[in-house]
């Protein structure tokens, strides 16, 4: 017989990914007996609107097999893939696949049963259901699912469970183990979440019901009043009990798998309504069976009848049974298979005697399904991505391999891994007893075919006239795309290795033919176990020996984990002889049952056909070490979400076989040696990203090491023997790099001399000083010298590759969305390109950088300011990554200097084609968006795009595919806005010391003047860790994996901006531009031509961050430091609301469409533990209580360095729910609990003009208060009693949880309205003084705030922050309540003098107070301009007090104590000023007016209060014995 071969890896299905193939025919007669087949049999066609397979044999036809071929051929259309929840892709390494995954994977999750009907949950409507092995692997899945698709529309769940091993305990009975061993299962928790808590635990108390019983005690155990229970109500009956041990003794094997099956029919038979019966099975059971076609029948038992085998086995003594296992071991592997396998054997005896009973007019045979699976791996979709429950199936391959322990035979990596999702298994357990129908007694027992040689051996065997009965059910990967056992390797191996520190070997290395070469290769290596059989002695000692080391940590492993991994090694063991077989399993009766559930949106096994084995293996990998190896809580997977992709291990083959992926041979050096100059100097420069004040240029032994091995490792890339980078040019659009340009880029020298704008300068200065134009001209090419960048191509590949290792050591994965990165390509498609991401860390353009190397970006040119240029290794690596450095402060910059940076710019533009740059003055000390800095660069680059001011140069050996200097027209350029979203970032602590301004301070001199005032007061216990916390932090445990201890890297890639567009709109709008008709430029008109320019230039620099707003994404890590941080309020929080406070900001973002890596399968306590484990917890955070709970209490450490820590992670979600926090304010501040939409609009747009430059607002102010306002109304939180009038139900006592929330909001802006409020209170010294340097402002706010934390008036240890304070300056002079006036207009020469000292220039401003004579005027053309009715700065500090408070009686407070903190403030600055002894004035023998002399003293006491105390050799002389709470009248104030 030949029919046509079954869809398997090696051959093709001819029905597309979403169709079913369906082989139906009645069978043919059977006796009972081996008989071959004599004839082709007639088959029959389904027909798709059958409503019963009673209905369906009714319209069985006799048809030619061809014919049934070719209808089977029309019909198989693919059907549309249903709604789905996404299928994670993860990035690794495959080889040699044979099945690609759709580009679009179909979601196993179901529409709800009201959109669809089911024909499952039709079936199970009211049934009654009788379940064993519910504590098991299988059975929890085909439980859970149960639960989760059928639960409300159930009758009841009977679950027969043991008493557990102590009867004295509680936890032993079937209840008790239902919860501690089911429902508390992350699957279960999961979805009590999902559905509800109320329908979880509903259907829970009213549908699940526990059975004490034992399917190895002759009567099950079961009780009378129980087993009438079972008789009277339960209808289907599904049995997943078996034992676990491979190896049990035989007699004891038999009771559990076959006793146990035959009692529990014997108990379906007494049931009244019995309707379907399920028996779980294996496929795998004779591994003598040759390799080909597996039939799915029953094959014979190999020694001896089954009937006289079970009455032999029964009998033996114990004595005897030793001989009679030898007896079964020769024939099957182990007593488990044996003992399934006769169980089967014993079905279909009785089976066959109810036939003839019923044929006699005894009771009716009901329905009995026997479903068989090959190797059970964890769930793909359900319950959980990775879901696993205990050591069976793969779990135990999966969990060896994770603990470096050789599973898989080294030469099986070519054949197919035959493994079966658990909730594909269960579906198809659950629907074979729907689709089950009573066969009557004209069926034949589905006993194997004889096939001879001249026949098929893969092929399907044609369905028979009559049907079989038991129905028998294949699960195994035939009826799937199978990956090949080294593709699953592959994929194991990538997750472990990214995640502990084991070391496994590859694929290739792995998989050979020569066992000898293995070993000595591998095994010897990578110190693999050379045996299963070895583990066993291996853990023995392994557990003596207390230097063993575990892959998760210097923590040795645990005796549990030996247990494990024992029982894990013989479940391994006992597969090992099938992996070896080619089987192909005939899987009619599943494709018969797919076809029935394809309509079924519940049930459906279709999307199972698409699964990506590679992310299925990688989530495999991810639940063994989350559920079986207990990894540390906290542990994320690694899957990138579906339309994501990761730039260190991309899941484009093409994007990561990069040239950077590949080893170098040189010719010096060995691998190892390699290897280890990498390794060195990723340390060191981690080292200085982490602690760069520890770089020290002068560290000679340090810095000959950085540079011997730097110098080593371009040599070999510039000398590689592998020609690696022969064909580098197609890999990337490297620009003028592509080829070696070197030092003599003569061509780019003559352009940039040739300049106009230099010309014009240089004449200027021969004209204006004299200069001899050769002096001018060579000065000019000095500044082209040290600003160009001398990268070539070598060295962009090394820099590529050395950046591949060292982001792959901080973080964890660069995520990219795709849809970003096929927008960009189209966006910048034949332009120049300006990168513009945030500046958040001395890494953005170096990832910018990578990023585009990586997804063949154009490369480009990184502008950097020239400080950069002295920090070491970090440097260097800039050097070689294309960087030209120049001097952004414009104040610094001489004109020939801005000529050259111009000429130079916009040569590199139009000749290499990319530009990277940062529109931000510094790196972002807060975590927050910063405005963009006048520099002038997107001056330059506008110019560069808008204008032609060089001439054509002399052509440029560059690379094709980008603009040389000499062509005529010009590319148009477009900015490409990045926001950068880092989890926590490498040098973190260097800026928090920035904004603390703890900076080293060098000693005074001894010849210096002595001090004649006490030291100012200054607390800073709040400053710095604690001595015993610094020794937690340096204590805790250093062998867990430090790769990627920075978390997650989040590229979010806006809309372009295109120059000429923008410029364009700009001309027809305001007139600015107009086009000559012969030139390809814009021209500004004379006579605004500087003011314009800039005005656009600041335009462009907008629309930019507005961009970048756009781009944000949100972590995790900042909703967790956001919650943890509103604890303070109440002296901490428990971790159970820190659970309902996370989630409640985690559905506010996704109602706004804001991106969150959240992932639906990601439970809130692994995130907050994952988040707690970024935000060093043990250092910032106590947590209450040994063990920790919902009830624990979490409370910050209060010391500013911690709070600042936390504070930059929670500041990411301020710039995304900034003006829900503005409202949240806004609705506090009002107190009564009647408010006006007039006072609700002023105090928000006082908030947004108080805070005009501290945050970027890329939305219109009164339309975003509209739909706050609207969105408080529609959720009830306002009522409107009357016109624009609103009562607030959203009160503490009304609605106490949405009150929290809108504090919750509210607090992530108040420790910034505290740090404007102090910095106003410090300007209460205007009072006293004139005017004082601007520079000295936050230092003056940090020393009130130091007080007002001691003296318990602000919680918030922000406020201690200088660039706060510094922010605050800068809005209080753009809102025009202070104003800058020059040094030099103001004080005398011996001020500036004394000033110059203390370190304050003659070129930084003074701040005094502004006239405010308008302010009533301002206030009667706008009654909603609160800022402008307020007279000076003591009542602008009063009004934002009263915004710190919420209720009533905090106003009250607020009246009865607050309201002379200002003047409370300025008592103590005067303190300073009329100190009773000399002055650093008169110490210094100068004559200074009052007001002079005062500023200087007060400049001298914060400086030296800075440091905190005088030293003398390092050591405290005096502190100020001022009490800080007699000066605030409080006395009794507790301690901080």
Same mark, same amino acid.
């Given at each position: 017989?030949?029919?046509?071969?079954?869809s398997s890896p090696e051959t093709p299905a001819p029905a597309s990914d979403d169709s079913v193939e369906l082989v139906s025919s009645p069978e043919e007669e059977h006796q009972g007996q081996q008989v071959q087949q004599q004839e082709q049999p007639q088959v029959r066609e389904p027909e798709p609107e059958i409503e019963s397979k009673a209905e369906q044999e009714q319209q069985q036809q006799q048809q030619n097999s061809d014919n049934e071929q070719e209808k089977e051929q029309e019909e198989a259309s693919p059907a549309p893939p249903p709604p789905v929840v996404p299928i994670i892709h993860e990035p690794i390494t495959l080889t040699d696949s044979p099945v690609q995954p759709p580009p679009q994977q179909p979601q196993p999750r179901p529409e709800p049963a009201a959109v669809q009907l089911s024909p499952v949950t039709e079936f199970y409507r009211g049934k009654t259901i009788l379940l064993t092995g519910a504590t098991g692997f299988v059975g929890k899945a085909v439980l859970w699912k149960l639960?989760?698709?059928?639960?409300?529309?159930?009758?009841?769940?009977?679950?027969?469970?043991?008493?557990?091993?102590?009867?004295?305990?509680?936890?032993?009975?079937?209840?008790?183990?239902?919860?501690?061993?089911?429902?508390?299962?992350?699957?279960?928790?999961?979805?009590?979440? *999902?559905?509800?808590?109320?329908?979880?635990?509903?259907?829970?108390?009213?549908?699940?019901?526990?059975?004490?019983?034992?399917?190895?005690?002759?009567?099950?155990?079961?009780?009378?009043?129980?087993?009438?229970?079972?008789?009277?109500?339960?209808?289907?009956?599904?049995?997943?009990?078996?034992?676990?041990?491979?190896?049990?003794?035989?007699?004891?094997?038999?009771?559990?798998?076959?006793?146990?099956?035959?009692?529990?029919?014997?108990?379906?038979?007494?049931?009244?309504?019995?309707?379907?019966?399920?028996?779980?099975?294996?496929?795998?059971?004779?591994?003598?069976?040759?390799?080909?076609?597996?039939?799915?029948?029953?094959?014979?038992?190999?020694?001896?009848?089954?009937?006289?085998?079970?009455?032999?086995?029964?009998?033996?003594?114990?004595?005897?049974?030793?001989?009679?296992?030898?007896?079964?071991?020769?024939?099957?592997?182990?007593?488990?298979?044996?003992?399934?396998?006769?169980?089967?054997?014993?079905?279909?005896?009785?089976?066959?005697?109810?036939?003839?009973?019923?044929?006699?007019?005894?009771?009716?045979?009901?329905?009995?399904? %026997?479903?068989?699976?090959?190797?059970?791996?964890?769930?793909?979709?359900?319950?959980?991505?990775?879901?696993?429950?205990?050591?069976?199936?793969?779990?135990?391959?999966?969990?060896?391999?994770?603990?470096?322990?050789?599973?898989?035979?080294?030469?099986?990596?070519?054949?197919?891994?035959? %493994?079966?999702?658990?909730?594909?298994?269960?579906?198809?357990?659950?629907?074979s007893a729907a689709v089950a129908k009573a066969p009557g007694t004209r069926f034949l027992l589905p006993y194997n075919e004889i096939i001879t040689e001249e026949d098929e051996i893969a092929s399907p065997l044609p369905q028979p006239i009559v049907a079989c009965f038991p129905i028998v059910y294949q699960v195994s990967g035939s009826s799937l795309k199978m990956a090949t056992w080294r593709e699953v390797y592959e994929a194991v191996r990538h997750y472990w290795v990214r995640n502990t520190k084991i070391a496994l070997p590859t694929g290739q290395e792995y998989f050979v033919n020569n066992r000898a070469l293995l070993k000595a290769r591998l095994f010897m290596k990578n110190q693999f176990s050379n045996s299963l059989s070895s583990v066993t002695t291996t853990i023995s000692g392994n557990a003596q020996n207390n230097n063993n080391v575990s892959p998760y940590g210097t923590r040795n492993m645990s005796r549990p984990t030996n247990r494990t991994i024992e029982l894990a090694s013989r479940i391994?063991?006992?597969?090992?002889?099938?992996?070896?077989?080619?089987?192909?399993?005939?899987?009619?009766?599943?494709?018969?049952?797919?076809?029935?559930?394809?309509?079924?949106?519940?049930?459906?096994?279709?999307?199972?056909?698409?699964?990506?084995?590679?992310?299925?293996?990688?989530?495999?990998?991810?639940?063994?070490?989350?559920?079986?190896?207990?990894?540390?809580?906290?542990?994320?997977?690694?899957?990138?979400?579906?339309?994501?992709?990761?730039?260190?291990?991309?899941?484009?083959?093409?994007?990561?076989?990069?040239?950077?992926?590949?080893?170098?041979?040189?010719?010096?050096?060995?691998?190892?040696?390699?290897?280890?100059?990498?390794?060195?100097?990723?340390?060191?420069?981690?080292?200085?990203?982490?602690?760069?004040?520890?770089?020290?240029?002068?560290?000679?032994?340090?810095?000959?090491?950085?540079?011997?091995?730097?110098?080593?490792?371009?040599?070999?890339?510039?000398?590689?023997?592998?020609?690696?980078?022969?064909?580098?040019?197609?890999?990337?659009?490297?620009?003028?790099?592509?080829?070696?340009?070197?030092?003599?880029?003569?061509?780019?020298?003559?352009?940039?001399?040739?300049?106009?704008?230099?010309?014009?300068?240089?004449?200027?200065?021969?004209?204006?000083?004299?200069?001899?134009?050769?002096?001018?001209?060579?000065?000019?090419?000095?500044?082209?010298?040290?600003?160009?960048?001398?990268?070539?191509?070598?060295?962009?590949?090394?820099?590529?590759?050395?950046?591949?290792?060292?982001?792959?050591?901080?973080?964890?994965?660069?995520?990219?969305?795709?849809?970003?990165?096929?927008?960009?390509?189209?966006?910048?498609?034949?332009?120049?390109?300006?990168?513009?991401?945030?500046?958040?860390?001395?890494?953005?353009?170096?990832?910018?950088?990578?990023?585009?190397?990586?997804?063949?970006?154009?490369?480009?040119?990184?502008?950097?300011?020239?400080?950069?240029?002295?920090?070491?290794?970090?440097?260097?690596?800039?050097?070689?990554?294309?960087?030209?450095?120049?001097?952004?402060?414009?104040?610094?910059?001489?004109?020939?200097?801005?000529?050259?940076?111009?000429?130079?710019?916009?040569?590199?533009?139009?000749?290499?084609?990319?530009?990277?740059?940062?529109?931000?003055?510094?790196?972002?000390?807060?975590?927050?968006?910063?405005?963009?800095?006048?520099?002038?660069?997107?001056?330059?680059?506008?110019?560069?795009?808008?204008?032609?001011?060089?001439?054509?140069?002399?052509?440029?050996?560059?690379?094709? #595919?980008?603009?040389?200097?000499?062509?005529?027209?010009?590319?148009?350029?477009?900015?490409?806005?990045?926001?950068?979203?880092?989890?926590?970032?490498?040098?973190?602590?260097?800026?928090?010391?920035?904004?603390?301004?703890?900076?080293?301070?060098?000693?005074?001199?001894?010849?210096?003047?002595?001090?004649?005032?006490? #030291?100012?007061?200054?607390?800073?216990?709040?400053?710095?860790?604690?001595?015993?916390?610094?020794?937690?932090?340096?204590n805790k445990d250093n062998g867990v994996n430090d790769k990627g201890k920075y978390g997650r890297v989040y590229i979010g890639i806006s809309n372009v901006i295109d120059v000429r567009k923008m410029a364009e709109e700009r001309c027809v709008s305001h007139l600015f531009f107009f086009r000559k008709p012969y030139a390809n430029s814009y021209i500004l008109n004379s006579r605004d031509e500087d003011e314009n320019q800039h005005e656009f230039a600041n335009t462009v620099a907008r629309t930019i961050q507005k961009r970048h707003h756009e781009a944000s994404a949100v972590s995790p890590v900042s909703l967790v430091a956001a919650v943890v941080l509103f604890g303070r309020t109440s002296n901490g929080i428990t971790m159970g609301a820190i659970y309902e406070h996370v989630t409640w900001f985690r559905d506010e973002l996704k109602s706004k469409s804001i991106p969150l890596d959240w992932q639906d399968d990601e439970d809130v306590d692994a995130m907050v533990a994952y988040s707690l484990n970024l935000?060093?917890?043990?250092?910032?955070?106590?947590?209450?209580?040994?063990? @920790?709970?919902?009830?624990?209490?979490?409370?910050?450490?209060?010391?500013?360095?911690? @709070?600042?820590?936390?504070?930059?992670?929670?500041?990411?979600?301020?710039?995304?729910?900034?003006?829900?926090?503005?409202?949240?304010?806004?609705?506090?501040?009002?107190?009564?609990?009647?408010?006006?939409?007039?006072?609700?609009?002023?105090?928000?747009?006082?908030?947004?003009?108080?805070?005009?430059?501290?945050?970027?607002?890329?939305?219109?102010?009164?339309?975003?208060?509209?739909?706050?306002?609207?969105?408080?109304?529609?959720?009830?939180?306002?009522?409107?009693?009357?016109?624009?009038?609103?009562?607030?139900?959203?009160?503490?006592?009304?609605?106490?949880?949405?009150?929290?929330?809108?504090?919750?909001?509210?607090?992530?802006?108040?420790?910034?309205?505290?740090?404007?409020?102090?910095?106003?209170? *410090?300007?209460?010294?205007?009072?006293?003084?004139?005017?004082?340097?601007?520079?000295?402002?936050?230092?003056?706010?940090?020393?009130?705030?130091?007080?007002?934390?001691?003296?318990?008036?602000?919680?918030?240890?922000?406020?201690?922050?200088?660039?706060?304070?510094?922010?605050? @300056?800068?809005?209080?002079?753009?809102?025009?309540?202070?104003?800058?006036?020059?040094?030099?207009?103001?004080?005398?020469?011996?001020?500036?003098?004394?000033?110059?000292?203390?370190?304050?220039?003659?070129?930084?401003?003074?701040?005094?107070?502004?006239?405010?004579?308008?302010?009533?005027?301002?206030?009667?053309?706008?009654?909603?301009?609160?800022?402008?009715?307020?007279?000076?700065?003591?009542?602008?500090?009063?009004?934002?007090?009263?915004?710190?408070?919420?209720?009533?009686?905090?106003?009250?407070?607020?009246?009865?104590?607050?309201?002379? @903190?200002?003047?409370?403030?300025?008592?103590?600055?005067?303190?300073?000023?009329?100190?009773?002894?000399?002055?650093?004035?008169?110490?210094?023998?100068?004559?200074?007016?009052?007001?002079?002399?005062?500023?200087?003293?007060?400049?001298?006491?914060?400086?030296?209060?800075?440091?905190?105390?005088?030293?003398?050799?390092?050591?405290?002389?005096?502190?100020?014995?001022?009490?800080?709470?007699?000066?605030?009248?409080?006395?009794?104030?507790?301690?901080?």
């Amino acid at each position: 017989m030949s029919p046509s071969p079954p869809s398997s890896p090696e051959t093709p299905a001819p029905a597309s990914d979403d169709s079913v193939e369906l082989v139906s025919s009645p069978e043919e007669e059977h006796q009972g007996q081996q008989v071959q087949q004599q004839e082709q049999p007639q088959v029959r066609e389904p027909e798709p609107e059958i409503e019963s397979k009673a209905e369906q044999e009714q319209q069985q036809q006799q048809q030619n097999s061809d014919n049934e071929q070719e209808k089977e051929q029309e019909e198989a259309s693919p059907a549309p893939p249903p709604p789905v929840v996404p299928i994670i892709h993860e990035p690794i390494t495959l080889t040699d696949s044979p099945v690609q995954p759709p580009p679009q994977q179909p979601q196993p999750r179901p529409e709800p049963a009201a959109v669809q009907l089911s024909p499952v949950t039709e079936f199970y409507r009211g049934k009654t259901i009788l379940l064993t092995g519910a504590t098991g692997f299988v059975g929890k899945a085909v439980l859970w699912k149960l639960v989760q698709s059928l639960g409300p529309s159930l009758g009841k769940i009977y679950l027969l469970i043991r008493n557990g091993s102590n009867k004295r305990s509680k936890i032993g009975r079937p209840a008790d183990r239902i919860k501690s061993e089911i429902l508390s299962n992350k699957a279960f928790l999961a979805l009590r979440t *999902s559905m509800g808590e109320a329908t979880f635990d509903s259907i829970m108390q009213e549908k699940i019901v526990p059975i004490a019983g034992d399917i190895i005690s002759p009567d099950l155990s079961l009780s009378d009043q129980d087993r009438e229970t079972v008789v009277k109500e339960v209808q289907v009956v599904i049995h997943c009990a078996a034992t676990l041990d491979y190896h049990e003794r035989l007699d004891l094997a038999l009771e559990t798998n076959t006793l146990g099956t035959l009692r529990l029919m014997d108990l379906a038979d007494e049931c009244e309504n019995m309707l379907s019966f399920v028996h779980m099975s294996v496929s795998y059971f004779n591994a003598n069976l040759p390799d080909g076609y597996v039939q799915e029948r029953v094959y014979p038992m190999e020694i001896g009848d089954p009937e006289d085998l079970l009455k032999e086995i029964v009998g033996l003594e114990l004595q005897d049974i030793p001989k009679m296992t030898q007896r079964v071991m020769a024939s099957y592997p182990n007593t488990y298979t044996f003992t399934k396998f006769l169980t089967e054997h014993l079905i279909l005896k009785r089976v066959d005697y109810n036939r003839v009973e019923e044929a006699q007019g005894g009771k009716k045979q009901w329905p009995v399904s %026997i479903v068989r699976a090959t190797q059970v791996g964890a769930g793909a979709f359900e319950p959980l991505p990775g879901w696993v429950d205990g050591v069976t199936g793969t779990n135990g391959a999966v969990f060896l391999l994770g603990h470096g322990i050789q599973v898989l035979q080294t030469d099986i990596g070519h054949m197919p891994a035959d %493994i079966i999702p658990v909730d594909y298994l269960a579906r198809i357990i659950i629907s074979s007893a729907a689709v089950a129908k009573a066969p009557g007694t004209r069926f034949l027992l589905p006993y194997n075919e004889i096939i001879t040689e001249e026949d098929e051996i893969a092929s399907p065997l044609p369905q028979p006239i009559v049907a079989c009965f038991p129905i028998v059910y294949q699960v195994s990967g035939s009826s799937l795309k199978m990956a090949t056992w080294r593709e699953v390797y592959e994929a194991v191996r990538h997750y472990w290795v990214r995640n502990t520190k084991i070391a496994l070997p590859t694929g290739q290395e792995y998989f050979v033919n020569n066992r000898a070469l293995l070993k000595a290769r591998l095994f010897m290596k990578n110190q693999f176990s050379n045996s299963l059989s070895s583990v066993t002695t291996t853990i023995s000692g392994n557990a003596q020996n207390n230097n063993n080391v575990s892959p998760y940590g210097t923590r040795n492993m645990s005796r549990p984990t030996n247990r494990t991994i024992e029982l894990a090694s013989r479940i391994v063991e006992a597969n090992q002889p099938f992996l070896r077989h080619r089987w192909v399993f005939d899987h009619q009766n599943v494709r018969m049952l797919a076809h029935d559930l394809e309509s079924d949106p519940v049930f459906r096994l279709s999307p199972y056909k698409h699964i990506d084995w590679a992310s299925y293996m990688v989530n495999y990998s991810y639940g063994t070490h989350l559920y079986i190896a207990q990894c540390p809580l906290g542990l994320r997977n690694i899957v990138v979400p579906p339309g994501c992709d990761c730039a260190l291990y991309s899941k484009n083959q093409v994007i990561r076989d990069s040239i950077i992926e590949k080893q170098i041979e040189s010719v010096v050096f060995s691998i190892s040696d390699i290897q280890k100059r990498t390794e060195r100097m990723l340390t060191q420069l981690i080292e200085t990203l982490e602690k760069p004040n520890s770089y020290n240029p002068r560290d000679k032994k340090k810095n000959e090491e950085w540079i011997n091995d730097f110098d080593a490792s371009l040599d070999d890339w510039c000398h590689d023997d592998t020609q690696i980078l022969r064909d580098a040019n197609a890999e990337a659009l490297l620009g003028r790099w592509s080829k070696v340009l070197g030092e003599n880029d003569e061509a780019i020298k003559v352009v940039v001399l040739n300049d106009k704008r230099v010309r014009d300068s240089v004449e200027q200065i021969i004209s204006s000083s004299g200069v001899p134009q050769g002096t001018v001209v060579g000065e000019a090419m000095k500044l082209l010298q040290r600003m160009r960048e001398r990268t070539q191509l070598p060295y962009v590949w090394f820099a590529g590759a050395f950046l591949d290792c060292l982001f792959k050591r901080l973080f964890t994965s660069i995520r990219i969305q795709e849809s970003d990165l096929n927008k960009l390509k189209d966006q910048i498609r034949g332009k120049n390109v300006v990168y513009v991401p945030v500046s958040r860390t001395i890494l953005d353009q170096l990832l910018v950088w990578y990023v585009c190397l990586r997804y063949h970006l154009p490369m480009p040119a990184i502008i950097c300011d020239e400080a950069l240029a002295l920090l070491g290794p970090i440097s260097d690596i800039f050097r070689i990554a294309g960087a030209y450095f120049v001097r952004r402060d414009q104040t610094t910059r001489s004109p020939l200097s801005t000529a050259v940076t111009a000429a130079y710019t916009e040569a590199m533009l139009h000749d290499h084609g990319a530009l990277s740059m940062l529109i931000e003055k510094t790196r972002s000390r807060t975590g927050r968006l910063h405005n963009a800095y006048s520099d002038g660069l997107i001056d330059m680059v506008l110019d560069a795009s808008l204008e032609k001011h060089q001439p054509s140069a002399p052509s440029t050996p560059t690379s094709k #595919t980008r603009n040389s200097l000499s062509q005529k027209v010009r590319k148009d350029t477009v900015f490409v806005p990045l926001n950068i979203t880092y989890e926590k970032i490498p040098e973190l602590h260097m800026l928090i010391d920035q904004v603390l301004d703890q900076k080293h301070h060098s000693q005074p001199s001894e010849s210096g003047p002595q001090r004649t005032m006490s #030291t100012l007061a200054r607390s800073s216990s709040f400053l710095r860790p604690s001595a015993s916390m610094a020794g937690r932090t340096a204590n805790k445990d250093n062998g867990v994996n430090d790769k990627g201890k920075y978390g997650r890297v989040y590229i979010g890639i806006s809309n372009v901006i295109d120059v000429r567009k923008m410029a364009e709109e700009r001309c027809v709008s305001h007139l600015f531009f107009f086009r000559k008709p012969y030139a390809n430029s814009y021209i500004l008109n004379s006579r605004d031509e500087d003011e314009n320019q800039h005005e656009f230039a600041n335009t462009v620099a907008r629309t930019i961050q507005k961009r970048h707003h756009e781009a944000s994404a949100v972590s995790p890590v900042s909703l967790v430091a956001a919650v943890v941080l509103f604890g303070r309020t109440s002296n901490g929080i428990t971790m159970g609301a820190i659970y309902e406070h996370v989630t409640w900001f985690r559905d506010e973002l996704k109602s706004k469409s804001i991106p969150l890596d959240w992932q639906d399968d990601e439970d809130v306590d692994a995130m907050v533990a994952y988040s707690l484990n970024l935000l060093d917890a043990r250092q910032n955070i106590t947590i209450e209580g040994k063990r @920790v709970t919902e009830y624990s209490n979490v409370r910050v450490v209060e010391h500013a360095d911690n @709070v600042m820590a936390l504070s930059y992670m929670a500041n990411a979600l301020v710039e995304m729910l900034l003006p829900d926090a503005l409202f949240a304010i806004s609705y506090f501040s009002t107190g009564t609990d009647e408010v006006s939409r007039h006072e609700l609009y002023g105090s928000f747009k006082f908030l947004i003009q108080l805070f005009k430059d501290e945050f970027i607002y890329p939305w219109d102010q009164q339309e975003k208060f509209s739909q706050l306002l609207s969105r408080f109304l529609q959720k009830g939180h306002l009522v409107e009693t009357g016109s624009d009038t609103f009562v607030k139900r959203a009160t503490l006592k009304n609605d106490p949880t949405t009150y929290t929330h809108i504090c919750l909001l509210a607090s992530l802006l108040y420790p910034t309205l505290d740090a404007y409020w102090i910095t106003s209170c *410090s300007l209460s010294a205007l009072r006293d003084l004139p005017y004082m340097p601007r520079k000295i402002v936050p230092v003056l706010a940090q020393w009130i705030a130091a007080h007002l934390i001691s003296g318990r008036r602000t919680i918030y240890r922000e406020v201690l922050s200088t660039e706060a304070s510094q922010n605050a @300056v800068d809005n209080f002079l753009a809102i025009g309540f202070i104003e800058a006036v020059h040094p030099k207009t103001k004080l005398s020469p011996d001020a500036q003098i004394l000033l110059l000292e203390l370190g304050v220039t003659t070129n930084e401003d003074l701040v005094m107070v502004a006239p405010r004579r308008k302010s009533q005027e301002n206030a009667e053309c706008d009654d909603g301009d609160m800022l402008g009715r307020l007279e000076d700065i003591a009542s602008l500090c009063h009004n934002i007090e009263k915004h710190r408070f919420g209720t009533t009686a905090q106003l009250e407070a607020y009246r009865s104590s607050n309201a002379q @903190v200002f003047d409370k403030c300025q008592n103590q600055i005067r303190t300073i000023l009329r100190s009773g002894g000399k002055s650093y004035a008169t110490i210094h023998g100068m004559d200074l007016s009052k007001d002079e002399d005062q500023m200087i003293q007060l400049v001298y006491s914060l400086k030296t209060a800075a440091s905190g105390v005088e030293r003398t050799g390092g050591v405290p002389a005096s502190r100020n014995p001022r009490r800080v709470s007699e000066a605030y009248n409080l006395l009794n104030s507790p301690k901080n």
